[in-house]
């Protein structure tokens, strides 16, 4: 069973970040988000609003978890037996910042292989910071972050 990590902020998660899932489950069986929990980066959401907010996207699939993780992608993933990081690239600017941390990650963990998946046209210039951005002038979110996630945020979080 070929099972990648995800990992990344996800502050939210957006359909950029679900275009990647959708690719990288016709290469894996199974995927898993990681959600860093980095303490020096205080975000817009807490790590657990954010992974309730992805579990809702991801409630009917059954080959998709999300988990928070402390430690290193890669400590994390030898944790939850997974042999492949999967990362999202958008343009060059992504690509270098990509390159960089998979030359580390090989170095620090030789048996752990990080596979990148190129993003559709049409989400090339979302970010979750362009979310956050919408969010702080009260605009609907709707067009940039999954239905479900939507719907959990405007129920649940936005009051
Ligand atoms: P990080 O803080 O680790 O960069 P992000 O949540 O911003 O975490 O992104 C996680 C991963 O998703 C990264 O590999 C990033 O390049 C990728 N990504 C983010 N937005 C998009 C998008 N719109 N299309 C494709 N990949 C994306």
Not at 1 to 16: C, E, R, W
């Amino acid at each position: 069973m070929k099972i990648a990590v995800f990992p990344g902020s996800f502050d939210p998660f957006t359909i950029g970040h679900h275009n990647i899932v959708k690719k990288g489950l016709k290469i894996f069986d199974k995927i898993i988000i990681g959600i860093g929990n980095n303490s020096n980066k205080h975000g817009l959401f807490s790590v657990e609003e954010r992974k309730k907010m992805i579990e809702q996207v991801y409630q009917f699939d059954n080959n998709v978890e999300v988990n928070i993780f402390e430690d290193m992608t890669g400590d994390f993933c030898k944790r939850v037996g997974a042999n492949f990081i999967l990362r999202g690239v958008r343009n060059s600017n992504d690509f270098e910042y990509e390159n960089n941390i998979a030359q580390i990650n090989k170095q620090l963990f030789p048996k752990i292989l990080t596979t990148i998946v190129f993003s559709d046209p049409e989400y090339s210039a979302l970010s979750s910071s362009v979310v956050r951005e919408i969010i702080k002038y009260n605009k609907d979110i709707r067009n940039f972050v999954p239905t479900l996630l939507a719907d959990y945020y405007y129920d649940n979080i936005k009051k």
